[in-house]
């Protein structure tokens, strides 16, 4: 008998949420959700490689969460230097390839160097493409975007009415990737929060009320259980989508 090949999305992203909460129901602060949350994000990459997804894009923090109390910040930048300093080379071992998407220059010089550091090591890696999205939003994404295409105008390269789909794509953080099969959003909630706006165009979204420290492989599995079963009609009817697998 032959068996289907499962139905593996190729790029899956994550909007890592209910830390806070977590920490709250223990009464703990807040900044022991972020660290609990690390595990998570263990747990997530392994499953990621373990089924042969080919890119994880992980949302670790948003351009508005600057916003946020002082001391809750600094736990977090500290708590990404400490990630990277600990996960680097295990990561590298594992053949991953780490890329951090977001406005890096608005991070301390130290955590930028570390970003870069990882970057470099782990460049030539032929395994999951692994995205961190840190002081990310998918506004700031798309004006960056807009300002790339309009240079490209100004220079003399590109005129106004040629702009297609394809110059925005290419200019956005996740230019080189394809687009996210797969968006998962942990902690309840079930909004983008300025995620990946461009790029989510077609993306399945599958949302849990688990807390992302609580999130390990079995909640991944279902996820990828859910967008197994769905069908990806891209605004065909399913007759004709149906019709085309044959
Ligand atoms: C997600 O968890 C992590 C970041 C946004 C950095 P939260 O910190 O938002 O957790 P809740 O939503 O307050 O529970
Ligand atoms: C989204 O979570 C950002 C990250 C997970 C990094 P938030 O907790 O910041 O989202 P809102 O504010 O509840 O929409
Ligand atoms: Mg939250």
């Excluded at 949302?59 to 990404?80: D, T």
């Excluded at 870069?116 to 493409?129: F, I, Q, R, S, W």
């Amino acid at each position: 008998m032959i068996t289907e090949p499962a139905n593996i999305p190729t790029h899956v992203a994550v909007i890592m949420d209910g830390n806070g909460r977590w920490a709250r129901a223990r009464g703990k602060p807040r900044n022991a959700g972020h660290r609990a949350g690390v595990r998570a994000v263990r747990a997530t990459v392994e499953a990621a490689a373990e089924r042969g997804i080919s890119y994880l894009t992980l949302f670790a923090f948003s351009s508005e969460n600057w916003r946020r109390p002082e001391q809750e910040v600094s736990g977090l930048m500290g708590l990404f230097v400490e990630a990277l300093r600990r996960e680097v080379a295990e990561l590298h071992r594992n053949n991953v390839r780490l890329r951090f998407i977001g406005a890096r220059e608005q991070l301390s010089n130290g955590l930028q160097h570390r970003i870069k550091a990882a970057e470099d090591k782990t460049a030539g890696n032929t395994g999951l493409v692994l995205n961190v999205a840190v002081a990310f939003g998918g506004r700031w994404d798309i004006v960056n975007a807009a300002q790339t295409v309009a240079a490209r105008v100004a220079r003399g390269e590109l005129a106004p009415d040629d702009i297609d789909e394809a110059d925005v794509a290419k200019s956005l953080q996740l230019g080189e990737c394809p687009d996210p099969d797969l968006l998962i959003r942990t902690g309840g909630e079930q909004r983008i929060s300025n995620f990946l706006l461009w790029n989510i165009a077609y993306a399945e979204l599958w949302f849990t009320d688990v807390l992302w420290p609580d999130f390990d492989k079995q909640h991944f599995d279902a996820a990828l259980a859910a967008f197994g079963a769905k069908q990806r009609r891209y605004g065909h009817t399913g007759e004709q989508v149906e019709a085309a697998k044959c």
